[in-house]
């Protein structure tokens, strides 16, 4: 049976005395693609922040595998030795370095010292596009390459679990296609399961296991991707309109 890697228990959060998420049960099992759909300021971004220490939580609990993490700083979540990737919406990566040491930032939870070339060498493999300009300076890579070298960072660790806040925002859409594929294949290859939040609502959930809509700090539905996808009500308030909006918070 698959192991629950990330679990939030009842959350509730929000920022100063502004309640965001009003009580939200969330997991996402291991080797499974799990996306989180919902319209522009219904708390996706701040779920997912607090449950990796960035937002304050009012209560609820979270858990990474069998470590309680409810209310932990991000660099004492690091500290139980279960690497954890987060790509934020909006990736910054540091434009006066090059790819590939923007890539090595990422080694944080491996020793200083510690051999991070073959680490580099699978994400030549699997970003090929990165590959060809390992010496540029960030600065010079489009907002898609920007993008996937994030990704490319947050892999470095050889994370367990992958949270990625639509990564395909603001990209062109053939490039938001190959990135979507590329995120299948990192959870079919190296077997780490992804929570994906993603405004391209319909095609995430065609590529995911299972799905939760959240609307206005709730869970509004929630299931196997295909139920989602199959459901009338679902098909008309969140499937129907697609990425018109790529700026939001
Ligand atoms: N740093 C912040 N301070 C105060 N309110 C915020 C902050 N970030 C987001 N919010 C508010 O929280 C709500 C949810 O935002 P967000 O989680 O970014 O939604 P989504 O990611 O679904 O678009 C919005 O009303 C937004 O204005
Ligand atoms: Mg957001």
Redesign the pocket.
């Known amino acids: 049976m698959s192991q629950t890697v990330l679990r939030g228990v009842n959350i509730v959060s929000g920022?100063g005395k502004?309640q965001?998420i009003n009580g939200i049960d969330i997991h996402v099992n291991e080797n499974e693609l799990v996306t989180i759909i919902?319209p522009?300021?219904?708390?996706?971004?701040?779920?997912i922040k607090t449950m990796i220490g960035l937002v304050k939580m009012f209560s609820g609990q979270v858990f990474l595998r069998d470590h309680d993490v409810s209310h932990l700083q991000p660099h004492e979540i690091i500290r139980t030795g279960i690497p954890l990737g987060y790509v934020p919406?909006l990736a910054n990566v540091f434009p006066s370095l090059t790819v590939e040491e923007n890539m090595k930032m990422g080694f944080y939870t491996k020793k200083w010292d510690a051999d991070y070339s073959k680490n580099i060498d699978k994400m030549v493999a699997l970003f090929p596009i990165l590959g060809e300009r390992m010496d540029q300076k960030a600065s010079l890579l489009s907002g898609g390459e920007r993008q996937m070298l994030a990704l490319a960072r947050a892999l470095m660790p050889e994370p367990d679990m992958l949270i990625l806040d639509e990564p395909t925002a603001a990209i062109q859409p053939n490039i938001a296609e190959e990135m979507l594929q590329l995120i299948v294949t990192l959870k079919k290859e190296l077997g780490i399961a992804i929570l994906l939040?993603e405004q391209r609502a319909r095609r995430s959930l065609e590529l995911s296991d299972r799905g939760y809509v959240?609307v206005t700090g709730e869970v509004a539905a929630t299931g196997p991707a295909s139920e989602l996808l199959a459901e009338d009500k679902i098909r008309k308030l969140y499937l129907g309109v697609r990425d018109r909006n790529e700026n939001?918070?």
């Open positions: 920022y502004l965001v919902g522009n300021g219904s708390g996706k971004s701040t779920l919406q939040v959240l939001n918070t």
